[in-house]
Nanobody, 128 residues
Framework: QVQLVESGGDLAQPGGSLRLSCAAS????????MGWFRQAPGKEREFVAS????????YYGDSVKGRFTISRDNAKNTLYLQMNGLKPEDTALYYC?????????????????????WGQGTQVTVSS
């Protein structure tokens, strides 16, 4: 069955960096868009970034553009999120997810409803 396991969450100082990983199994990883979302207490789950199977197209939420970088290693079935310039407002539980369709529309990967499998999340806390 499909499994997504995130890791790398930690406590970081403002301005610092973290790298999240998501190990995927149970499906042909290279065929699907993957995404990162985050959810802070009391807030809706928010789109962070997505990437196509071929590692050639990436999309970012406005709040992380220019600071975060999504990437993937299809040989290792692993998705990454490099987070630089961290801010306290980046504090959240970060989830990786698999897009349901192999051919999503341009804006589909920004919406939660386009994803069919989710990891359990990894906590990122940004505080001095």
């Amino acid at each position: 069955q499909v499994q997504l396991v995130e890791s790398g969450g930690d406590l970081a100082q403002p301005g610092g960096s973290l790298r999240l990983s998501c190990a995927a199994s149970g499906f042909i990883f290279s065929l699907y868009y993957m995404g990162w979302f985050r959810q802070a207490p009391g807030k809706e789950r928010e789109f962070v970034a997505s990437i196509n199977g071929g590692n050639s197209r990436t999309y970012y939420g406005d709040s992380v553009k220019g600071r975060f970088t999504i990437s993937r290693d299809n040989a290792k079935n692993t998705l990454y999120l490099q987070m630089n310039g961290l801010k306290p407002e980046d504090t959240a539980l970060y989830y990786c997810a698999k897009v349901r369709s192999r051919y999503p529309g341009i804006d589909d990967t920004r919406t939660r409803e386009s994803y069919d499998y989710w990891g359990q999340g990894t906590q990122v806390t940004v505080s001095s």
